[in-house]
Structure formats: C-alpha cells, structure tokens
C-alpha cells in the first residue's frame, strides 16, 4: 500500500498558486518524497522529488516540514494545462514506486 | 528534452495472442521499468530491469509475463496468452539508476484492449 494520504479533489483558480498537501507519516530517514502528475490520457510525468529541504525547478515547489510527515507542493501560477492527478510517492525501495489514487487538481477559469 | 517512447499507442488483441509491447527509453538510462494501469485504477508496479536481468517483479507479473532488451535501445513487455483482464494502459520508465534520489520517467503508454 502507499505510505502517503492525500486529499482525493481540490480546485484552484487561474493563475492562483496551487497548493497540494500530502501527509507521510512514517517516512523512513532515507526516502524521498517524490511528486509526479498524470495529464488525462497521458503517462505519468516527473515533477520534483526532495529529502529533508524545500525544493524548486521550473516546474514546481517542494516544502517538506521539519518532521518530514509531510509535504506541500505548489505550483506558483496555475494554467488550464496544469489540469491532471497529482500524485506523492514516498520510494519505498530501489526499483518499484507505490502509487495511491492522487489528487485530482482541477484549475478553473 | 530526452523522452521515453512506446509503441503502439493502442493495440487490440484477441484473448490467448501473444502481444509485444515495445519501449525506447532514454538513451543514457540503464534501468528500465514496466507498470500498468487499469481503466479508473491505480498504477500498479510490473517489473524492473537492468544488465538484461529482471530486478524486481510484482506479483501480477506472472509465467505470461516476460521482459526483453533485444538489441541497444528497444525494452520490450510480452504477454504470452492474453486474458481479458489484461486489458489496460502499460507504461514503459527508466531511469539513470536506481537509488532513491533517481526518478524514473515515463512514457505516454500503450492501451491494450483485449477482446
């Protein structure tokens, strides 16, 4: 099973910063938390993964707490394009990634 | 940017054909991966491989199932004797290594359609 809960819908506005939570509480030390997204129809695309500190590209950002129970990732300017199920994966070992169901993030006009 | 292609985009098959899905990943990435999805499921792990070796496997990947790097840039999923269930999408990933700072990176997949 997927070590990670998160919230299974949430709308944003437009060119609003989009924030998805993402709880992990048992995390081991030595694994990241890994965000990818999958745009209807399309294979799942990489957007960021981090350890212990916030991250960013140009994409998104990664904000992990302190405790590392859990993380938000944010996109700082939505489009319609941004549009998909979004999921966080805590890598559980080295070849498989677990998946949940996701967010799915819907941007509204 | 470097991207990971499949092909087909759809195949449809009769149930008890055999069916190659084929994979081109990355041409720097010496790891290489299958999932599947099933319509309005969750993606689901198949198998790793690297060295021409399979890695890891999940328990869907069954005796029907095998993996194939038949030449320096194709990675291929045979499905022996297809079943109905087996309808679904199939993505194909790879990766530099298999390290947990390593993402994996997909490709748009191919939807199988068993009849």
């Known amino acids: 099973d997927a070590k990670t809960t998160q919230p299974p819908s949430m709308d944003c506005a437009e060119g609003r910063a989009a924030n998805l939570p993402c709880n992990h509480s048992?995390?081991?030390?030595?694994?990241?938390v890994y965000w990818y997204r999958q745009i209807h129809s399309q294979g799942p695309q990489y957007i960021i993964h981090?350890?212990?500190?916030?991250e960013t590209n140009e994409m998104a950002s990664l904000i992990i707490t302190e405790d590392r129970k859990s993380s938000t990732l944010i996109l700082p300017h939505a489009t319609l394009r941004d549009t998909a199920v979004y999921y966080c994966?805590?890598?559980?070992?080295?070849?498989?990634?677990?998946w949940g169901a996701g967010t799915k993030l819907i941007i509204k006009p | 940017e470097p991207e990971v292609t499949q092909t087909p985009s759809h195949q449809v098959t009769q149930m008890g054909q055999e069916v190659i899905l084929r994979c081109v990943p990355i041409?720097?990435?010496?790891?290489f991966y299958w999932y599947r999805q099933i319509l309005g499921q969750k993606v689901e792990f198949l198998v790793s491989?690297?060295?021409?070796?399979?890695?890891?496997k999940s328990e869907i990947f069954d005796d029907q199932f095998s993996v194939e790097r038949p030449d320096g840039s194709n990675f291929t999923l045979k499905i022996r004797s297809t079943k109905l269930e087996d309808s679904a999408m199939y993505f194909c990933?790879?990766?530099?290594?298999?390290?947990?700072?390593?993402?994996?990176?997909f490709g748009d997949g191919t939807r199988l359609s068993i009849l």
């Open positions: 981090g350890l212990k500190n916030n």
């Open positions: 491989f690297y060295n021409n070796e399979i890695s890891e």
């Open positions: 994966i805590v890598r559980a070992s080295n070849y498989q990634l677990i």
């Open positions: 990933a790879s990766s530099t290594g298999t390290g947990s700072n390593q993402p994996q990176h």
């Open positions: 048992t995390i081991s030390g030595n694994e990241y």
């Open positions: 041409s720097n990435h010496l790891y």
